[in-house]
């Protein structure tokens, strides 16, 4: 399929507008993409530790989380994405889990001394970037944006996949 094949489709589909729609939301997401690659790739370079990684540090810089499902809903991802960039965290010897003081069965997430010296010289990730701009956002355009990339997931058929961090291998070795 050539460039300009997908507004030819829309074009038949329906008006001029939703083509011109169609494409600043193809360059949006692009751009969006883009950077957030470039910055995960920086973020590496600069710190030796994925942008998952970093932004899970930075929220546990503001705080300790009193659970793994605490900490997934501050960076807003599944518990299961938090699990696995706290145990790489955890084993970098970056953070680390202790039991809870007022439950022994709930297991505490701390940044440690390394992870907060390693914080000193590292730029805010992306994904912090994005966080913040969503809560700057009117709640009705947020809304209209995740009703709108949900729907566009569930025309490509990928609704079902699982939501990780951006750029975060995980399996085996960090990403």
Known sequence: MHAGAGRDIFRCMGSHTNTEAASAVMDALRTLVRALRVSTLA???ET???GAQLFVLRQLAGAPARSVNELA???RTHQSSVSTVVSRLVAR???A???SGDDARRMEVRITDAGRELLLGASPPLQSRMVDALARLPAAQVEALAGGLAAL???MGIEELPASF???DEGGEDG
């Open 43 to 45: 973020v590496e370079r």
């Open 48 to 50: 030796g530790i994925s």
């Open 73 to 75: 809903e501050r960076t």
């Open 93 to 95: 010897g970056l953070a």
């Open 97 to 99: 889990r202790a039991p």
């Open 153 to 155: 997931a569930r025309e």
């Open 166 to 168: 951006f750029y975060e």
